[in-house]
């Protein structure tokens, strides 16, 4: 039987995979991907990134799942 080698560094993203899974296994779908969004805010803050502009004020994961984004290219102006 063969063994397939697993590298220290992917049992460590294993390890923090799972860790994040359990600390938002128990919420309702809408508070875990609120909870998720406000850590990856912060964790950018702490890193020295900033959004470009303000994020409005409504609930977050509503405007992730409802709000189409615009993008803007060299040849057009925007496109939605």
Known sequence: MSRIRV???LREVWKWK???YREVARLPVRKALE????DA???ARELGFY???PAPRRRL???VAEDKPEYVTRKTRSVK
């Open 35 to 38: 909870k998720r969004l406000r």
């Open 61 to 63: 994961v509503a405007a």
């Open 51 to 53: 959004p470009t502009e």
């Open 18 to 20: 799972d860790e994040a």
């Open 41 to 43: 805010g912060k964790t």
């Open 7 to 9: 590298s220290k560094s």
